[in-house]
């Protein structure tokens, strides 16, 4: 059987394709920029070059497909994405039924079919029905807010909860909604495929929890250990909202006030159609916040921040930058010495070897961390030259030690959330270059604070620490 699938550098998408790609599928990903795909698919999947907006390069995606996913929508770019979506959905429609697709497979938005409905999820019941209209079989799945990280509508919940410890809240935080995660959403839409044929059919899928948005929010805020004091008020349009929203999270201004519109409207489901024909049960919400944060770990675990440099090549600016929840200063120096010889510099940081710069603020931050009951730097290194996973580093702890490539160390002293420092060794014709990244998993706006706060010594300190690295592996 054959895939297409559209949107696979997006939240959903990305994580369909892994699916797709464990179940053995053949998969054709019609993408913009493959670039992001680079590394990400496995051998059998064909990364298309095109413009899921473009009949000609929808034509060629949608040949000798079988089930072919539309994950498309506008409404970041930025431009009347009602319009653009319309358009997009008669093409990809018109694409499908040329190039002889059996089934294509929708996920569209919760919300009752009727005047009321904001004009994000006006739209995606549009796109439904014009794909419904080209009279192949399609699978329309409707959904409310995705638990995972990555997911828009639940990264705009968290960031909320993490910046403000009180918030004045609106009338739509208690609109009923059904969130689900976004394994079962994948789980679902994986399904889809092995559906028997049939008409047209709409399934809405959620949750067991219908609860308000303010509920999601006190959730991941008990979650994640931190107290919040939401005070609700009935003066916030959604107009007055999206400025709000653009204050706090300005991220999110480009989308707030469409995506804050269709919070308005309860998202809950009203068939059991899905329940009926599907053996999925989907997570609580408990469980869903849980695993959206187990998730993230897990790919912070695998993270190699010489790639995230290479790829995102961004000036250096106050604060770093961002990854997901966490705050990045990355660095990076080219030295001409072997791989081993740059890593056994870095493997003697620490302890009576020093940090290669400014000990003394070391020292001082060691005195103040015992000062309220860390470990402070007084733990030293079991071995003057080498290090091994688990074992204490003066205020770290060795995460992962794979010489001559990689160190990372996760802090132990105390601080407003998790922080690591990592170190890479990459080859680069004749010479290498070292990577050196600090992380941190802010908890909280406190931990926001503390992160800024202490920029300047970064600034100061890793910079020297990188510098002084580099001369020690060149002396050998």
């Known amino acids: 059987m054959r895939i297409l699938l559209t949107g696979a550098t997006g939240y959903v998408g990305g994580c369909l394709l892994e699916e797709l790609e464990r179940r053995g599928l053949d998969v054709r990903c019609l993408v913009r920029r493959p670039e992001k795909l680079v590394g990400k698919t496995a051998a059998t999947t064909e990364v298309m070059t095109g413009d899921a907006t473009n009949l000609a390069d929808l034509a060629r995606a949608c040949a000798g497909i079988d089930v072919a996913y539309w994950l498309v929508h506008s409404m970041e770019s930025g431009v009347d994405f009602e319009r653009a979506d319309r358009l997009a959905a008669e093409q990809f429609a018109a694409a499908a039924v040329a190039g002889g697709v059996k089934r294509i497979v929708y996920l569209g938005g919760l919300g009752a079919d009727d005047d009321r409905l904001s004009a994000h999820l006006r ?82 899928i959620g949750g067991p929890d219908k609860v308000s948005y303010g509920a999601i929010m006190h959730e991941y805020a008990r979650q994640r250990g931190l107290r919040r004091l939401m005070i609700p008020v009935p003066v916030l349009t959604p107009r007055l909202s999206s400025l709000w929203l653009k204050l706090v999270t300005p991220r999110y201004s480009k989308v707030g006030r469409k995506l804050i519109d269709g919070l308005k409207n309860p998202t809950v489901v009203t068939s059991d159609a899905a ?52 705050l990045v200063d990355h660095r990076h120096v080219v030295v001409a010495v072997a791989p081993a010889q740059a890593f056994a510099a870095i493997e003697r940081i620490g302890g009576v070897n020093g940090w290669y710069a400014c000990n003394w603020l070391w020292t001082l931050r060691g005195w103040m961390d015992r000062m309220i009951g860390g470990p402070g730097m007084s733990r030293g290194r079991r071995d003057a030259e080498k290090l091994h996973s688990g074992e204490a580093l003066d205020c770290w702890r060795v995460e992962i030690c794979d010489p001559p490539r990689r160190l990372r160390l996760a802090a132990e002293m105390k601080m407003p959330g998790r922080g690591w420092l990592e170190f890479e060794v990459v080859p680069r014709d004749g010479d290498v270059t070292i990577h050196q990244t600090a992380v941190f998993d802010p908890r909280g706006l406190g931990g926001l604070a503390y992160w800024y706060a202490i920029w300047p010594l970064h600034e100061l300190v890793f910079r020297r620490m990188l510098a002084g690295i580099a001369r020690a592996a060149v002396r050998g």
């Open 123 to 204: 739209s995606r019941q549009e796109v439904g029905s014009i794909l419904r209209a080209s009279g192949l079989d399609v699978v329309e799945f409707r959904a409310s807010i995705i638990v995972g990280a990555g997911s828009f509508s639940f990264d705009l919940v968290r960031t909320l909860v993490e910046r403000l410890p009180v918030m004045i809240c609106p009338a739509w935080l208690a609109t009923p909604t059904q969130p689900i995660a976004i394994a079962d959403v994948v789980a679902y839409l994986s399904a889809a495929i092995d559906l028997p044929p049939g008409a047209p059919r709409i399934f809405e």
């Open 275 to 326: 329940r009926r024909e599907f053996t999925i049960r989907p997570r609580d919400l408990r469980t869903a916040v849980r695993e959206a944060a187990q998730h993230e770990d897990r790919e912070f675990a695998g993270k190699r921040w010489a790639d995230f440099a290479d790829v995102e090549d961004l000036p250096h600016r106050y604060g770093g930058r961002h990854a997901g929840t966490r």
